[in-house]
């Protein structure tokens, strides 16, 4: 690492996500760590293969220097005490819950966790004898009144799925640990840097590095990111799992998180501008998006996220009477909105949704039509042309429906 000790103590987010991971200043050599493309490690002699057994240096599977710098940064930027590297968001998520969990324990799941993170809830892990009982996301401290004496785990994702919800994670935090059980949060909208989620009460934090932190929707991946004393458990289910990540990969989600800081901030100056538009359009009812000063959980957001790193990623309901044809209609005239999964990429994103689909609590309570709007990188104001054509094309089609009605 290139900072002093203290220089590190004290260095900002920005910094220590530029320079984390990298070698010292005072060695010759790039730049950037090399991307190392190997499978076995050779040893000179026998006394330094005995040497190496049992530590990560005897095989690429457990790292090359390209993924040890990746998880160095990434603990630098969220200031974990550890970090390990999945294929995917999904199998980080899936790693941690079979290595915390086993036989006659019980879940708690947050209402609004990601559909795929349920399906293993309600698939492999009730196959194995784990119990879950979903909750809803706004329950707070009581939390106290879902836990059972064979409750492990809390799992956490604030703001929630498709529909924002903010959590409050100190409060549930708070129950899981007088409890003895501990808090797994999917803090994929927050990326590693938009709150101090270790401060906050969360044990160990997942992300889909897939979205922001890559950041330019040419790789999957992972990262668990946990304190000292959880370290040791998760990584022996992750080495038994035998995952691993490529060293390209990990070249590509170092050159993200390079720019991390940067990029969030102006996603985040976009979805603002864009989000406080889409609040005047008569056909809108709500949007979700706490950033906002009127949107639901602002408050809690406020209290417990870094705005200066708020993401570009938010909801968009509809009022009854809006057609999911006609929001379709909207969507098929977007030019710079593409329609696709995923989202946290460099570009706009635009995506109809149904909440309802994916929740055992409240299942009524999102039937209007929805959005889900990445806002990307493009000119704030060129996306907001983009969408007032799409709202032009909506409202076209509710006349052609009226006058055929007629
Ligand atoms: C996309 C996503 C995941 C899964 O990430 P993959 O890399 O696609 O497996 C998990 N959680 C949330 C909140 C996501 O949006």
Not at 14 to 26: E, I, P
Not at 47 to 72: F, I, K, N, V
Not at 196 to 207: A, T
Not at 283 to 297: I, M
């Amino acid at each position: 690492m290139i900072l002093t000790d203290s220089q590190w103590q004290s260095a900002q987010i920005a910094t220590r996500v530029t320079h984390a991971g990298r070698r010292d200043k005072t060695q010759h050599g790039p730049v950037n760590p090399p991307v190392v493309r190997a499978s076995t490690m050779l040893f000179p002699d026998v006394a330094a293969l005995h040497a190496a057994s049992g530590t990560r240096r005897s095989y690429a599977r457990l790292a090359t220097e390209t993924t040890l710098a990746l998880e160095q940064a990434l603990c630098a930027a969220e200031s974990a005490a550890a970090c390990m590297l999945t294929p995917s968001g999904l199998s980080a998520i899936t790693t941690t819950l079979l290595a915390l969990l086993k036989p006659g324990d019980h879940l708690l799941m947050v209402d609004t966790a990601y559909d795929p993170t349920r399906l293993f809830c309600d698939g492999l892990l009730k196959n194995i004898g784990v119990t879950t009982t979903y909750y809803h996301p706004l329950v707070g401290a009581d939390i106290a009144k879902w836990m059972q004496p064979n409750t492990k785990v809390i799992f956490v994702e604030s703001p929630g799925s498709l529909t924002f919800e903010v959590q409050d994670i100190p409060a549930i935090a708070a129950v899981a640990h007088a409890h003895g059980a501990v808090v797994v949060s999917d803090s994929t909208w927050a990326t590693p840097i938009g709150w101090s989620s270790f401060e906050l009460g969360i044990d160990v934090s997942i992300h889909a590095a897939t979205k922001y932190i890559v950041g330019h929707s040419d790789a999957l991946m992972g990262a668990i990111l946990t304190t000292e004393a959880l370290h040791p458990v998760i990584r022996d289910t992750y080495r038994q799992l035998g995952l691993t990540i490529g060293s390209d990969d990990a070249a590509l989600a170092l050159r993200g998180l390079r720019t991390l800081p940067a990029r969030l901030a102006v996603h985040r100056e976009s979805a603002y501008k864009i989000a406080c538009w889409l609040q005047t359009q008569p056909e809108v009812a709500e949007v979700l998006y706490p950033p906002l000063e009127n949107a639901r959980g602002h408050a809690l957001w406020k209290r417990d996220f870094r705005p200066e790193y708020a993401c570009g990623l938010m909801g968009l309901v509809f009022h009854g009477d809006i057609t999911v044809q006609q929001v379709a209609a909207l969507i098929d005239r977007t030019r710079l909105f593409g329609i696709g999964y995923s989202w946290g990429g460099y570009e706009s994103l635009i995506l109809p949704t149904a909440p309802s689909r994916y929740r055992s609590i409240d299942v009524d309570q999102w039937n209007a039509p929805m959005l889900r709007l990445h806002v990307g990188l493009e000119d704030a104001d060129d996306l907001l042309v983009d969408l007032a054509d799409g709202f032009a094309d909506l409202r076209a089609m509710s006349v052609a429906a009226q006058i055929k009605a007629a």
